[in-house]
């Protein structure tokens, strides 16, 4: 477990645009979804 | 009557200790029960797309195929940085695996939906894929039913005592390419949930994540070496010491 397990962040959400982006490209994956990141509530 | 929320994870350690505190109490609140499921990814990949469980472990690479049911918690992602899934074979095979063409070479992978063949198939689209249960793998590839094996979990610390090398690693490949690190897997929560109780939800598993980690810092009930001894089961020929 490393500190991408408990917080994605913004170069976690940027990866997965990109390998979602080069696999749709070469028809690898059935769509390039636009996706949400759900995070905790800030009291959560 | 209780809550029940159904979890489901792959029987691998790191899984094990991250949902530790979710599956054996401590961290849920009153009124809540844990419906435990432990599946082989492929698997959970293949129950996603029914939305059998409300909170449950995917390969990123299945996730396009879901994303109409669930969201991507930002927690609970397993991460390569510079390391991935490794590909491997015997040495003896080696240089069948130095040329740019793989056609016709057979590869025992772990599932079509994985992020790993994913990655393999984005680096070499040329090869046969066989399907093979992820801690078959190694064996399948020393007993020549494979020309090579793409190790994913504990195998890729493991493959070297069983005789195989190294061919490529597949999240240093990610790396060099892209500069970013790879989310092999991610945890995800269904959307019927309603967005409230996804955020909530998100902020229980980030509780049990840490808590098996921090037991001096905050009163929680989990030490660390129960975590741990929870996870061994699922080890697959690691010691407690890696």
């Known amino acids: ?44 | 009557m209780k809550r029940v929320l159904s979890v489901a994870h792959s029987p691998d350690p790191d899984d094990a200790f991250m949902f530790y505190g979710i599956v054996k109490g401590g961290v849920l609140p009153d009124g809540w029960r844990v419906k435990h499921v432990l599946k082989d990814i492929q698997s959970l990949n293949r129950d996603a797309r029914k939305g059998l469980y409300e909170v449950t472990a995917v390969s990123t690479a299945a996730f396009p195929s879901i994303a109409r049911k669930y969201w991507i918690l930002s927690v609970g992602a397993s991460v390569g940085r510079g390391y991935g899934p490794v590909l491997v074979c015997r040495p003896e095979n080696r240089k069948a695996f130095a040329s740019k063409n793989w056609a016709g070479l057979r590869i025992a992978t772990p599932g079509p939906e994985t992020t790993a063949l994913l990655l393999l198939r984005l680096a070499h689209p040329e090869f046969v894929s066989v399907d093979t249960r992820f801690d078959k793998i190694p064996d399948v590839v020393r007993r020549g039913r494979a020309d090579a094996g793409l190790v994913i979990h504990e195998s890729q610390m493991t493959f070297a005592k069983q005789g195989l090398v190294k061919v490529m690693d597949l999240g240093r490949w990610w790396h060099n390419r892209t500069g970013l690190p790879i989310p092999l897997g991610l945890d995800v929560v269904r959307k019927d949930m309603g967005r409230v109780e996804a955020r909530r939800m998100a902020g229980l598993l980030k509780k049990a994540f840490n808590s098996p980690i921090a037991t001096k810092t905050r009163r929680c009930a989990m030490p660390l070496v129960l975590a741990v001894a929870w996870t061994q089961p699922w080890a697959n020929g690691l010691s407690k010491c890696r």
Do not use: H, K, Q, Y
């Open chain 1, 1 to 44: 477990m490393n500190r991408d397990t408990l917080d994605l962040g913004d170069e976690g959400e940027r990866a997965l645009r990109t390998l979602f982006r080069l696999a749709w490209a070469r028809r690898l994956i059935s769509i390039n979804p636009d996706f949400e990141i759900v995070r905790p509530a800030v009291s959560g």
